[in-house]
């Protein structure tokens, strides 16, 4: 992560150790704008979900939240009643700290599921949570919203608009539990932009369609998966106009910062050494192309032969064809980089010593064309490893032990 973090105007941060981990690691951590803001999120889509997420849903309905508050090593998720009120409890010992009301404060939780939260260690470090925001505290909260990542992930981008500059910068955690349609992760991102709520959210859905909804590690899905984005017009820019160039520029450099970001997330994931990304041309719709993507980033075998090195289209076009989307066999070709696996649904005259040299990297594009239509869709991907099921194997059962 740069030490160059550039924060747009009016926003602070922290991020301290509370006790909930072990080791003194950074575990909560805080976001605070001095201004009004619009606000805007997408959540998980897992019918499971955790109190923090059902509580910042509620709290997304009111306007001007002017805070979020993140644990690590503890998702309060499936904690039945005690779960929704330490999350509300959560809220209220950051607004206390801040001077705010609790419906303006975001919550979030990240860790394992179905352990109670420790709120005691929360309530107690919330007052120095808040006397620790600093300009320069987006590092210490990249570091608190962190599970099992191994780097804090950062991105930022700036564009301008006449002679005001308006800054973005977000912070996300993830590295395992990542499917595509809201990837098991968390995602904060501010912005001194001045712009409607209504544009703010459709820029948001249109950056996470990109985004983070086309990322893949394992193919799970979790009960806390949250992005939210939050503008507070300290730039002082001319109120962003909907269906305007400035609009337009906006929405790509949010895209951008979102982008960076998801791709941060894969290349972190769990066991990961493959970083690959799927792009699915030719289809009869995007929906056919998005179906396509997922299947095969999603398959088991395909992920276990890129860590082989081993360029096996046949567990690709295996994955195409159970993935519910039109295909017609004898119209796939497969690529790896730019040298064809299949042509026609058959074996391509590409020399296998090629094709391996092209899985083995660590970074490779896997392209499939169906040739049946305009629909496109590309997902980033990785590959699947011994290191992941040995990381996975224990979490729960060791937690409690501990306990």
């Given at each position: 992560m740069s030490d160059k973090i550039k924060t747009p105007k009016g926003f602070k941060s922290s991020g301290i150790f509370s006790g909930i981990k072990e080791n003194d690691k950074l575990d909560l951590g805080l976001i605070f704008s001095e201004y009004p803001t619009v606000c805007t999120a997408a959540f998980t889509t897992n019918q499971?979900?955790?109190?923090?997420v059902r509580l910042s849903k509620k709290h997304l309905r009111r306007s001007d939240i002017r805070a979020?508050?993140?644990?690590?090593g503890n998702a309060n998720a499936c904690n039945g009643k005690r779960g929704d009120e330490d999350a509300l409890s959560m809220a209220r010992c950051?607004?206390?700290?801040?001077?705010?009301?609790?419906?303006?404060?975001?919550?979030?939780?990240?860790?394992?599921?179905?352990?109670?939260?420790?709120?005691?260690?929360?309530?107690?470090?919330?007052?120095?949570?808040?006397?620790?925001?600093?300009?320069?505290?987006?590092?210490?909260?990249?570091?608190?919203?962190?599970?099992?990542?191994?780097?804090?992930?950062?991105?930022?981008?700036?564009?301008?608009?006449?002679?005001k500059k308006i800054t973005i910068t977000g912070s996300a955690k993830g590295s395992g539990m990542i499917a595509p349609n809201m990837a098991t992760m968390l995602a904060f991102i501010v912005t001194d932009a001045a712009i409607t709520p209504s544009d703010l959210k459709m820029a948001t859905r249109m950056a996470v369609d990109?985004?983070?909804?086309?990322?893949?590690?394992?193919?799970?899905?979790?009960?806390?998966?949250?992005?939210?984005?939050m503008a507070n017009g300290a730039a002082n820019n001319s109120v962003l106009k909907k269906d305007s160039k400035n609009l337009s520029r906006f929405t790509?450099?949010?895209?951008?910062?979102?982008?960076?970001?998801?791709?941060?997330?894969?290349?972190?994931?769990?066991?990961?050494?493959?970083?690959?990304?799927?792009?699915?041309?030719?289809a009869a719709s995007i929906k056919d192309a998005r179906k396509v993507s997922k299947a095969v980033s999603e398959s088991s075998l395909v992920k276990c032969s890129w860590n082989g090195s081993d360029p096996n289209w046949g567990r690709v076009i295996d994955a195409v064809g159970y993935s519910g989307a039109k295909i017609?066999?004898?119209?796939?070709?497969?690529?790896?980089?730019?040298?064809?696996?299949?042509?026609?649904?058959v074996v391509a005259s590409t020399p296998i010593e090629?094709?391996?040299?092209?899985?083995?990297?660590?970074?490779?594009?896997?392209?499939?064309?169906?040739?049946?239509?305009?629909?496109?869709?590309?997902?980033?991907?990785?590959?699947?490893?011994?290191?992941?099921?040995?990381f996975n194997r224990l979490e729960y059962a060791l937690k409690i032990q501990g306990h």
């Open positions: 499971v979900k955790a109190a923090p979020v508050i993140v644990n690590s950051a607004a206390d700290s801040l001077g705010i009301k609790p419906w303006q404060v975001f919550i979030c939780s990240t860790g394992i599921i179905g352990y109670p939260l420790p709120i005691d260690k929360i309530r107690n470090a919330a007052p120095s949570l808040a006397t620790s925001l600093r300009v320069s505290g987006w590092k210490n909260f990249s570091k608190a919203i962190m599970t099992s990542d191994s780097v804090p992930k950062v991105a930022t981008s700036q564009i301008v608009f006449g002679n990109e985004s983070f909804n086309s990322i893949s590690v394992d193919g799970d899905m979790s009960t806390n998966d949250t992005v939210m984005v790509g450099a949010l895209k951008k910062v979102m982008l960076n970001l998801s791709k941060q997330l894969v290349k972190d994931g769990e066991g990961v050494t493959k970083f690959v990304t799927i792009e699915v041309n030719g017609k066999e004898e119209k796939v070709d497969i690529f790896f980089g730019k040298f064809a696996g299949a042509i026609g649904g090629r094709l391996k040299k092209e899985v083995s990297k660590e970074e490779f594009t896997l392209r499939i064309e169906l040739n049946l239509g305009d629909g496109s869709h590309r997902l980033f991907t990785s590959d699947l490893s011994e290191e992941y099921v040995a």
